[in-house]
């Protein structure tokens, strides 16, 4: 029943220790293989992947109330998370890494822009600082479908935006996908044991 996360970065070579959650690490897509390959030895049978970019400068926004993010990353984070889901991004790699290497191993992937947006918000904003929801909601099933067209086999979103379960179903169906790939709702990830941490 153990669905283990792995925090994903955007340093190849990271192995980077997390000192709220001890015992756990960043990683880089080059040191996943001498991670886990002891994990499914043991017997792990499913990860999720939490994207979590780290060459970011915190500046100040024109826009009250939200943080400004530069990144050095290939994909520079924008208003509305181009890195998400960049091909050449930490999380569809570590997806297609992850399905070479150990075929029968389940992926969930995370399903979020927060980290990736220049205003750390889970969506795209209107010019007060707002939420636009109906394009955050586009855009979050963007990446979702993406992760799952990289091979995850289920897709977790946590963010709030109304509609993005839906959302996220359609494009899922509309690509081929709605019965290839889970979705997983926030209740039931945050509900689990995995969340305890995060609280």
Same mark, same amino acid.
């Given at each position: =029943?153990?669905?283990? !996360?792995?925090?994903?970065?955007?340093?190849?070579?990271? *192995?980077?220790?997390?000192?709220?959650? !001890?015992?756990?690490?960043?990683?880089? @897509?080059?040191?996943?293989?001498?991670? =886990?390959?002891? /994990?499914?030895?043991? #017997?792990?049978?499913?990860?999720? &992947?939490? $994207?979590?970019? =780290?060459?970011?400068?915190?500046?100040?926004?024109?826009?009250?109330?939200?943080?400004?993010?530069?990144? &050095?990353?290939?994909?520079?984070?924008?208003?509305?998370?181009?890195?998400?889901?960049?091909? *050449? %991004?930490?999380?569809?790699?570590?997806?297609?890494?992850?399905?070479?290497?150990?075929?029968?191993?389940?992926?969930?992937?995370?399903?979020?822009?927060?980290?990736?947006?220049?205003?750390?918000?889970?969506?795209? &904003?209107?010019?007060?600082?707002?939420?636009?929801?109906? !394009?955050?909601?586009?855009?979050?099933?963007?990446?979702?479908?993406?992760?799952?067209?990289? %091979?995850?086999?289920?897709?977790? !979103? *946590?963010?709030?935006?109304?509609?993005?379960?839906? $959302?996220?179903?359609?494009? &899922? @169906?509309?690509? #081929?996908? %709605?019965?290839?790939?889970? /979705?997983?709702?926030?209740?039931?990830?945050?509900? *689990?044991?995995?969340? #305890?941490?995060?609280?």
């Amino acid at each position: =029943m153990l669905m283990y !996360p792995i925090f994903i970065t955007d340093d190849p070579d990271a *192995s980077e220790i997390i000192a709220t959650l !001890p015992g756990q690490r960043r990683w880089g @897509i080059d040191r996943l293989e001498e991670f =886990m390959a002891p /994990l499914v030895e043991k #017997g792990l049978q499913s990860v999720i &992947l939490f $994207g979590v970019p =780290m060459k970011c400068v915190k500046v100040c926004s024109l826009v009250p109330h939200v943080s400004k993010w530069h990144t &050095l990353t290939r994909v520079a984070q924008d208003e509305r998370g181009s890195p998400a889901d960049d091909p *050449s %991004g930490p999380v569809i790699l570590a997806i297609k890494k992850l399905c070479a290497l150990f075929p029968a191993l389940y992926i969930a992937c995370d399903v979020c822009l927060c980290e990736y947006t220049d205003h750390g918000h889970c969506g795209l &904003l209107h010019e007060d600082g707002t939420i636009n929801n109906s !394009p955050s909601v586009d855009r979050i099933a963007e990446v979702a479908v993406n992760y799952a067209k990289a %091979g995850a086999h289920c897709v977790a !979103p *946590s963010d709030m935006m109304d509609g993005r379960i839906k $959302g996220i179903k359609r494009g &899922l @169906i509309d690509a #081929g996908l %709605g019965n290839k790939c889970t /979705l997983m709702s926030y209740s039931a990830k945050f509900a *689990s044991s995995l969340y #305890g941490p995060f609280r």
